[in-house]
């Protein structure tokens, strides 16, 4: 069974505080993603890590950045949190190929104030 | 561009009442779409898929490239569907989510 854990599932930071998110999967996935879930807007994607060291930008990439420094772990970073910043961080992984199922994290309600 | 369109935010309907999700794409070729589903306090998972042709919960998708369309139904809703879901596309190792339709269904 697929564990895809995130760090904290509440957190809340003041503006302009450095925020870690971390995420961590159990099955060996090379693939993981971080997105953001508002209402109304959907999911979108942040980064995208295909393997260690190596990411992508996403659809919404700006004011974040992310590490991956071992396969089963992979962390989104807000240099200088925003109050627009607010919202549902998940987290998920994938095997490496085109189409196959995401399993997510819970995820973590982050509150800038 | 690949694009998932959920025409519907809200959805409600009452217990045993018959539920359409709509989902529309945009997309040049043969899509695999996927339906996930988020009920409240749970995490995101995967409902179904397209290439598997199965029935989950008893909800059933089925893929119109004519009206590029892949609308999930079930005949009769349970409270316990109520649920936030949303269809996917996949753009190479990435997914393309719609924005979600919110289902509540009322006793």
């Known amino acids: 069974d697929v564990k895809v854990t995130q760090s904290s599932r509440y957190l809340v930071k003041r503006t302009g505080e450095k925020v870690f998110l971390e995420c961590v999967q159990d099955m060996d996935h090379e693939n993981m993603f971080w997105y953001r879930q508002d209402p109304g807007l959907g999911l979108r994607l942040i980064y995208f890590s295909y393997d260690v060291k190596m990411k992508e930008k996403g659809d919404i990439p700006e004011g974040y950045s992310v590490s991956r420094e071992k396969k089963e772990r992979f962390s989104l970073i807000l240099e200088s949190a925003s109050t627009n910043q607010t919202s549902m961080y998940l987290c998920?992984?994938?095997?490496?190929?085109?189409?196959?199922?995401?399993?997510f994290g819970p995820g973590t309600r982050l509150t800038v104030l | 561009a690949q694009r998932v369109t959920q025409p519907e935010k809200l959805l409600s309907v009452f217990k045993g009442a018959p539920v359409e999700l709509k989902c529309n794409y945009s997309?040049?070729?043969?899509?695999?779409l996927f339906w996930y589903v988020q009920y409240s306090r749970q995490r995101l998972q995967l409902l179904l898929r397209?290439?598997s042709r199965e029935s989950i919960k008893g909800f059933t998708a089925d893929l119109n490239k004519g009206e590029t369309s892949f609308h999930l139904k079930k005949p009769f809703a349970q409270e316990e569907d109520s649920a936030m879901y949303y269809c996917?596309?996949?753009?190479?190792?990435?997914?393309?989510f719609g924005k979600g339709t919110k289902l509540t269904v009322n006793p």
């Open positions: 397209h290439i």
């Open positions: 996917a596309l996949p753009k190479s190792e990435k997914l393309v």
């Open positions: 997309y040049s070729g043969s899509p695999e």
């Open positions: 998920a992984s994938s095997l490496h190929s085109t189409g196959n199922e995401q399993f």
